[in-house]
């Protein structure tokens, strides 16, 4: 059981991305990530070494003063100004890409309950688990019949808000056949562990064969 806990968990990294919805998020986070360590070293390492450079040695001394230099302010404004511009672009630019993605090849509404999640094919096909086709975007209309949920499989693509009377959209794609594994990423009530996320990709044939038995089962 304790395996199995630790193998779940491993397979829902979001930096183990297995689509381009998950990856570009990804290539984000880690370019968000090691500028703001370069920002943390830079700056921590000046005032750690202004702490021991110009330390006070005794009561009697005084370190010098300095009345201000204005290259050296215009610096430290500056290149701040660079580095928020330069991630701003990269967050703009991008954004498009991860809420809409590309012309999606099927559509599939989602809705969350305390403490489930359901999905509604085209023909009224219902299930509990997300079956999807490998190697294409998949559009997800997500809403909620009570409180506020978030459907959320990392390995996929980003966490959309599941609302009461509202439809939020965003998409999702595996470049893999696969089980991959998810959770509702907002608290919403006692029961909030068991709300799990499953999708299960499969080939074209494999996911055709399984919606025309579904779509059969309810009279379609």
């Not at 009345?67 to 701003?88: D, M």
């Not at 489930?116 to 490998?134: C, E, F, K, M, Q």
């Not at 998810?182 to 494999?206: D, F, K, P, Y």
Request: aromatic fraction near 12%.
């Amino acid at each position: 059981m304790v395996v199995t806990g630790l193998l779940r968990l491993a397979d829902v990294s979001p930096l183990d991305c297995a689509g381009p919805n998950a990856c570009r998020i990804a290539g984000l986070y880690i370019v968000v990530f090691w500028v703001a360590m370069f920002v943390l070293v830079v700056v921590g390492g000046l005032i750690v070494f202004a702490a021991l450079r110009f330390r006070r040695k005794s009561d009697a001394d005084e370190p010098a003063q300095v009345h201000g230099n204005a290259r050296l302010e215009l610096a430290w404004t500056a290149f701040p100004l660079v580095i928020l511009l330069v991630l701003f672009s990269l967050t703009f630019t991008n954004m498009e890409y991860i809420r809409n993605g590309p012309s999606p090849s099927l559509t599939v509404k989602v809705t969350g309950q305390q403490f489930a999640w359901s999905y509604t094919y085209p023909g009224n096909v219902r299930s509990d688990t997300l079956r999807i086709p490998v190697g294409k975007p998949i559009r997800l209309e997500v809403t909620s019949r009570d409180v506020l949920h978030s459907f959320w499989s990392p390995r996929l693509g980003g966490q959309i808000y599941a609302i009461p009377g509202q439809i939020n959209h965003g998409w999702i794609q595996a470049d893999q056949p696969g089980t991959y594994f998810g959770q509702c990423n907002e608290l919403c009530g006692t029961g909030h562990w068991l709300m799990s996320v499953r999708v299960i990709a499969l080939s074209q044939s494999a996911y055709d064969s399984w919606y025309a038995q579904a779509k059969k089962a309810v009279g379609g």
